[in-house]
């Protein structure tokens, strides 16, 4: 698979950002992957994702020091080397990986056409939320996008300290500026972090959106 590797700073951070070519995809790609045998069953898109999403967390492992290709957990989140955190998402034809010293979490998201956003609207926030996303100067879509992609983060973030798996109800939006968003974390998340606010960091790339969390340190709490 024809893939492309570049760089993205954002918010203190390195992205690592590796566009690929789908057409160029070959199943015999998958063999640079020491976990090929647990995508035997899946998708054709899937398996381009992931492997795209892969190559890029080894670029942001090798500016650590570290040659690990991150394997599968049973939550299917990427498994990292000790001590160490990182997050991957990917979009279309786009992957991003970055890894950090503490838990850390990655998202982007094509900005939702018209129809697609009202039609999930009123899943993603309250009522109250719309008003805020609303009024904060954005088109909706691409505030609901934004939202979004935030609670993903936030989730991607925080969730060895989730109890089940929340709903994007679980943490509220309280702030909202050009660069950040700042949200509210409710009991139904995780009821250590209930009550906390969380910064998530944001920024636009062509017709997607990228948002970051940054948890706290191992062993300290807010």
Request: net charge neutral.
């Amino acid at each position: 698979m024809r893939t492309t590797h570049t760089l993205l700073p954002f918010a203190d951070h390195t992205l690592h950002v590796v566009e690929f070519e789908p057409d160029s995809f070959h199943e015999h790609d998958l063999l640079w992957l020491p976990h090929h045998a647990q995508l035997t069953s899946a998708g054709r898109k899937r398996k381009m994702e992931h492997l795209a999403g892969r190559i890029a967390a080894v670029h942001a492992l090798r500016e650590h020091g570290d040659k690990t290709v991150p394997g599968i957990g049973k939550q299917r989140q990427p498994l990292w080397p000790h001590g160490m955190f990182g997050s991957i998402s990917h979009s279309a034809s786009t992957a991003l990986a970055v890894v950090s010293d503490r838990p850390i979490g990655l998202d982007i998201e094509a900005i939702f056409a018209p129809q697609t956003a009202t039609e999930l609207e009123s899943s993603i926030v309250s009522n109250t939320e719309k008003m805020r996303l609303t009024n904060s100067g954005l088109p909706f879509e691409q505030a609901l996008t934004l939202a979004f992609s935030a609670k993903e983060s936030i989730y991607k973030a925080f969730y060895a300290q989730t109890t089940a798996l929340p709903g994007f109800a679980s943490a509220h939006i309280t702030a909202l500026t050009t660069t950040q968003l700042t949200l509210r974390i409710l009991p139904a998340f995780s009821v250590n972090l209930a009550g906390q606010d969380v910064c998530v960091h944001w920024r636009q790339r062509d017709k997607n959106i990228i948002t970051l969390c940054t948890g706290f340190p191992p062993g300290e709490r807010y």
